[in-house]
């Protein structure tokens, strides 16, 4: 048509689409693939095992224990300042902490947890 500008650029016989845009498109049609992948493989793998454990750690052990548990593999999932007792005379005082780590191969590593 007169007057109107085509942008598209043709292969040198003027009947296709330049190999440059073939390229555009081959690198789309893969990024889309890789994106749909990727989103299938996050709802197909296995998900993480975990085992739990609450604890309490007196004040004067804080530092020690944690070092002892991290080394053990155990991570802190929460802690909070805890005190039971009469306030003027607490039985304990320290933290009490919820602790995670991956249950693949527990059976081999199960170790008593310092204080126990």
Not at 51 to 80: F, M
Not at 101 to 108: E, H, I, K, N, P
């Amino acid at each position: 048509m007169a007057g109107i500008a085509d942008d598209t650029e043709r292969t040198t016989d003027g009947n296709g689409p330049s190999s440059s845009h073939c390229k555009y498109v081959i690198i789309i049609i893969i990024l889309l693939g890789l994106i749909a992948f990727a989103n299938l493989w996050n709802q197909i793998k296995p998900r993480g095992q975990w085992e739990y454990l609450v604890q309490g750690i007196p004040d004067e052990r804080v530092v020690a224990d944690l070092n002892s548990i991290g080394r053990q593999g155990w991570e802190i999932v929460s802690a909070r300042r805890a005190i039971s007792g009469p306030a003027e005379k607490p039985t304990f005082v320290g933290y009490e902490l919820i602790l995670k780590r991956s249950a693949t191969g527990v059976g081999d590593r199960i170790k008593q947890f310092p204080g126990q």
